[in-house]
């Protein structure tokens, strides 16, 4: 795999790094809090990395030819996605910067941003479309190995934008509480069309 293939393909992937969905949401909604950006962003990588692991493996293609199974994952994301909005709407975040995080408060952000890339099939499916396009079976690493690297790659991006998002959340709004509020409802509102839009897209015609 030639410099040049990496090239190309974060160039693409990057494109859906920094447009808005529902990592971002949960990003804005981690830098309302004190100290919790950090493990939040965590859960979004690990759900990436668990992604690229799983179309790596060849489970992704499998996953992708059985409709069954993708849809009991888009149905569970966007329940999932529908419970975070819906309680970001409801109970909206405002920055803390007094707020002492105990440790199970860390776990807690990090694994509910697992959740949130972890069981959003549109993360799936774009690695299980822009992986196999980048992968050359004539290249000295195995196909794999390959897909796993630009996997790397990707999640790297992801990390950097996230945690630009998040921490610039919390400064930026820090001294605005209600701008604050409707930020977060904004991105609770945003987890929601998103939600919405994964359950029509399950509907029959």
Same mark, same amino acid.
């Given at each position: ?9 974060? @160039? ?27 493990p939040a962003v965590g859960g ?6 668990? @992604? ?11 996953? @992708? ?71 050359? @079976? ?68």
């Amino acid at each position: 795999m030639t410099f040049n293939v990496f090239v190309a393909f974060w @160039a693409v992937s990057f494109l859906f790094v920094v447009t808005p969905g529902a990592d971002w949401a949960y990003a804005i909604s981690a830098g309302m809090k004190h100290r919790v950006v950090i493990p939040a962003v965590g859960g979004l990588l690990s759900g990436h990395l668990i @992604a690229t692991l799983v179309v790596a493996a060849g489970v992704g293609t499998l996953v @992708a030819n059985h409709p069954g199974v993708m849809s009991v994952l888009t149905v569970a994301g966007a329940g999932y996605l529908l419970w975070l909005g819906i309680n970001m709407l409801i109970r909206p975040s405002t920055p803390h910067t007094d707020e002492v995080q105990a440790s199970g408060s860390w776990l807690r952000w990090a694994l509910k941003g697992l959740c949130v890339s972890g069981l959003n099939p549109k993360v799936f499916l774009l690695f299980l479309a822009l992986l196999p396009q980048f992968a050359d @079976a004539t290249a000295p690493w195995p196909v794999p190995t390959q897909m796993i690297a630009l996997g790397l790659v990707h999640t790297v991006s992801c990390g950097v934008i996230y945690l630009l998002v998040g921490f610039g959340s919390q400064v930026v709004l820090k001294a605005r509480p209600a701008a604050a509020q409707l930020v977060s409802r904004f991105s609770g509102a945003i987890m929601i069309i998103i939600a919405v839009t994964l359950f029509t897209e399950q509907m029959p015609a």
